[in-house]
């Protein structure tokens, strides 16, 4: 039975208790981040991982600054993105926070105008230690002055990097870095493994390739001052493991953590954290006995990581079925269905993208309505300013 999905099982709801402005005026669907969740989230990552500076997280999921600026209160001093937009937020808001020696990574391979703009970033943020992503040694050319390099090593993921059985191209690409060479980027996102003791072996193996490389690359005279692994599903085993134990700087990327979603509680609920960023919508149609129909589609709600593409908070007889663009169905027992214009919290499968979607975002916290602040670092630049 639906009821039965252990996400989130336990939740109080009383703990996201809306005001009273959302609920009567608020126009739906809407982002709400709990800001006490999301400062409760950081400080249980800061805490699993021992010392804040082990810590980089990508910022895809937070783009907001309000949020990101939790990040830097939190002692968060080194960064990671994808976007040149993610990227130009950050740097500003880190720069108001008084971090002009912010450490950025911007973790994906630029080309072209993309790494103009990097280095009109590194220009503006004199004070900034920002570092881009290479798989080949001829791309190191291309990378503007006053911007690091990270090695791209692929663990088998297959989406970018050179692969890490190609020793010689990654050492070509570390030589050709030459002082600007800041260490390597392996992201082993791919490993999902609903069995923990076997995605904990994977990720284990994947890490004795990585120091094994490590060690080749010192042999031809590279010097590895850091390793960056890790997004959320591989993040415990990547603490777990022995072996960064007096080797290169090791630091950790998860993102998700900050918000925290469905998927990450079904694949990792040892994390301990909660959904911090909910969509609220509301009941629209009861287009059959059995269904109630929400105003929160694929449009507002991320629908790529699989079904059900959230859960309703507070509500585990209600089923999410496949959403379409502006409605989402609900499936629930007769004479149970929440009724037209009730207001429902979302909490999303996968967070990221439910963030990019919104413009705007609702901040709040104890019942109480902070702000409603935009969410600068979503979507893509089309020419900076």
């Given at each position: ?82 976007t040149t937009r993610e990227a130009a937020v950050l740097l500003e808001v880190l720069a108001a926070e ?99 003791i076997e995605r904990s072996l994977a990720v284990h193996a994947g890490y004795d390739r990585l120091l ?124 149970s269905l929440p009724p037209r214009g009730a207001v429902l919290q979302l909490i999303p499968r996968h ?35």
């Amino acid at each position: 039975m639906y009821r039965d999905h252990p996400a989130f099982a336990a939740l109080d709801s009383a703990a996201y208790r809306l005001p009273d402005e959302l609920i009567e005026g608020a126009l739906s669907p809407a982002l709400v981040v709990h800001l006490a969740v999301v400062r409760a989230n950081i400080a249980r990552i800061v805490a699993l991982c021992g010392q804040v500076d082990r810590w980089r997280p990508h910022v895809k999921t937070a783009k907001i600054p309000e949020i990101l600026r939790e990040l830097s209160r939190a002692g968060v001093r080194h960064f990671k993105c994808a976007t040149t937009r993610e990227a130009a937020v950050l740097l500003e808001v880190l720069a108001a926070e008084g971090q002009a020696d912010a450490d950025l990574l911007l973790a994906y391979p630029l080309v072209g105008p993309a790494l103009q703009r990097v280095g009109a970033l590194a220009l503006r943020h004199p004070g900034a230690h920002i570092a881009v992503l290479c798989e080949v040694p001829e791309a190191v050319q291309d990378v503007p002055p006053g911007v690091g390099v990270f090695v791209d090593v692929n663990p088998g993921m297959d989406r970018t990097g050179a692969p890490i059985e190609d020793p010689q191209r990654i050492a070509a690409t570390a030589r050709a870095a030459a002082q600007r060479l800041r260490g390597l980027h392996f992201y082993d996102g791919h490993l999902h493994q609903p069995d923990r003791i076997e995605r904990s072996l994977a990720v284990h193996a994947g890490y004795d390739r990585l120091l094994e490389l490590v060690r080749t690359l010192e042999r031809d005279g590279q010097r590895v001052d850091e390793v960056v692994t890790a997004g959320t599903p591989a993040f415990l085993d990547a603490l777990a493991y022995p072996g960064f134990a007096g080797g290169p700087r090791h630091r950790l990327s998860p993102g998700t953590v900050v918000f925290h979603d469905v998927r990450s509680q079904e694949e990792s609920p040892e994390l301990g954290l909660r959904p911090a960023a909910l969509v609220l919508a509301r009941v629209v149609s009861h287009p059959a006995p059995d269904l109630a129909t929400c105003d929160a589609g694929s449009k507002s709600l991320a629908a790529e990581a699989g079904d059900p593409c959230a859960l309703v908070l507070g509500r585990s007889d209600l089923e999410a079925l496949r959403p379409s663009e502006e409605h989402l169905p609900l499936r629930g027992e007769r004479g149970s269905l929440p009724p037209r214009g009730a207001v429902l919290q979302l909490i999303p499968r996968h967070v990221c993208p439910t963030v990019n979607l919104a413009e705007e975002a609702a901040l709040v916290e104890c019942g109480r309505l902070v702000d409603v602040v935009a969410v600068r670092a979503r979507a893509h630049e089309l020419f900076p300013a």
